[in-house]
């Protein structure tokens, strides 16, 4: 049976709805109340959704991996450094480590990543990052408008709008992201070379075969799953964390009937209330799309396929890369200090 966390096959659920108990997990993060959100077996990589107790401290020497907040209520601090909600915090692995410590208590995503790829110190360094201070990046070279970012992992490199490159550093990209109201991107797209994990933090997205993203909502892109259409009535903030750089651009899929599901949604979503999370297979829309012959001949064509890999070409970043071949290379690095 499929799991919510797994990282090798696309997922949809609504961290909100997720129990809390205390947590089996490494470092500072042991015995705190909180729940599972994804983590990669090979890798020993984690997403935690915490809640962390007011007074609480805690200090890591950082050795065994590295691990990143982003506070959603209250606050936390990094060596004294304070930060709240809508601030992200990082402590690289081998950078020293440092203390945690929260005066009123918070809740906070946590993403704890062993030898995660990474450049070297004074580049990677432990920062308090406040995302109102940060300018917004466009997330499509070259466009105006659309979908935009603040750079979180740092550094955070953008490719160049008229030539192949990739989004993120070596270990991936954690991005705090807008999409602007009325969106509607048509295309199906892939990302070959890494998983995706998509997190809203407040607004709407509605994603084609995955279903109505409100408030907490997350989806899980395996890498070689294509996704999309997506389209956002009211805009949306959402947090984006990858495993590996992605390439750009997107290798596109054209999708049927894009335009009229798109629009279904957008005449009749609401205004009155915050959006629901609600699975494709639950959304009135899911059943329209079924009762689609256009749809249906499309699904059963070779470009219809769910997943990538069978694309013939040898050009980046269109070439497939191959289901969990990320997760591999990533579960294949070890990280040491000089004294060890």
Same mark, same amino acid.
């Given at each position: 049976m499929k799991q919510h966390w797994q990282r090798d096959e696309p997922t949809f659920y609504n961290f909100l709805a997720l129990e809390r108990n205390p947590l089996d997990a490494p470092d500072i993060l042991a015995g705190l109340s909180g729940a599972l959100m994804s983590t990669d077996p090979k890798s020993d990589a984690f997403t935690y959704v915490l809640n962390l107790p007011a007074g609480f401290t805690g200090r890591t020497d950082a050795n065994l991996a590295?691990?990143?907040?982003?506070?959603?209520?209250?606050?936390?601090?990094?060596?004294?450094?304070?930060?709240?909600?809508?601030?992200?915090?990082?402590?690289?692995?081998?950078?020293?480590?440092?203390?945690?410590?929260?005066?009123?208590?918070?809740?906070?995503?946590?993403?704890?990543?062993?030898?995660?790829?990474s450049y070297a110190y004074p580049v990677t360094r432990n920062r308090v990052i406040k995302t109102w201070e940060k300018p917004w990046t466009p997330s499509i070279p070259g466009a105006c408008g659309g979908v935009m970012h603040k750079s979180l992992r740092l550094p955070d490199p953008v490719p160049h709008p008229n030539d192949e490159g990739f989004d993120g550093g070596p270990g991936g990209y954690i991005r705090?992201?807008?999409?602007?109201?009325?969106?509607?991107?048509?295309?199906?797209?892939?990302?070959?070379?890494?998983?995706? =994990?998509?997190?809203?933090?407040?607004?709407?997205?509605?994603?084609?075969? +995955? !279903? $109505?993203?409100?408030? &907490?909502?997350?989806?899980?892109?395996p890498q070689e799953w294509y996704?999309?259409?997506?389209?956002?009535?009211?805009?949306?903030?959402?947090?984006?964390?990858?495993?590996?750089?992605?390439?750009?651009?997107?290798?596109?899929?054209e999708y049927p009937e894009a335009d009229k599901l798109c629009a279904c949604y957008l005449e009749t979503a609401t205004f009155e209330t915050p959006t629901?999370?609600?699975?494709?297979?639950?959304?009135?829309?899911?059943?329209?799309? =079924?009762?689609?012959?256009?749809?249906?001949?499309?699904?059963?064509?070779? +470009? !219809? $396929?769910?997943?990538? &890999?069978?694309?013939?070409?040898?050009?980046?970043?269109?070439?497939?890369?191959?289901?969990?071949?990320?997760?591999?290379?990533?579960?294949?690095?070890?990280?040491?200090?000089?004294?060890?």
């Open positions: 590295s691990l990143e907040f982003f506070v959603l209520s209250g606050d936390l601090a990094l060596n004294g450094e304070q930060a709240g909600a809508g601030c992200y915090l990082h402590l690289p692995q081998l950078g020293g480590g440092g203390e945690i410590t929260s005066r009123a208590g918070a809740t906070a995503l946590a993403f704890w990543n062993p030898n995660l790829p705090f992201q807008y999409i602007e109201p009325n969106m509607i991107a048509r295309d199906e797209h892939v990302h070959h070379e890494c998983w995706e =994990e998509i997190i809203v933090l407040q607004g709407d997205v509605f994603l084609i075969n +995955e !279903g $109505q993203m409100g408030i &907490g909502s997350v989806v899980g892109h996704h999309a259409p997506f389209v956002s009535r009211s805009g949306a903030l959402i947090m984006v964390h990858t495993d590996g750089p992605m390439g750009f651009p997107w290798p596109p899929r629901e999370h609600i699975p494709w297979d639950e959304h009135p829309i899911s059943a329209m799309q =079924e009762a689609s012959s256009e749809y249906q001949a499309w699904r059963k064509s070779p +470009e !219809g $396929q769910k997943w990538g &890999g069978y694309e013939d070409t040898t050009e980046v970043p269109a070439l497939p890369g191959g289901r969990g071949t990320q997760s591999e290379y990533r579960a294949s690095w070890r990280r040491q200090s000089n004294s060890d």
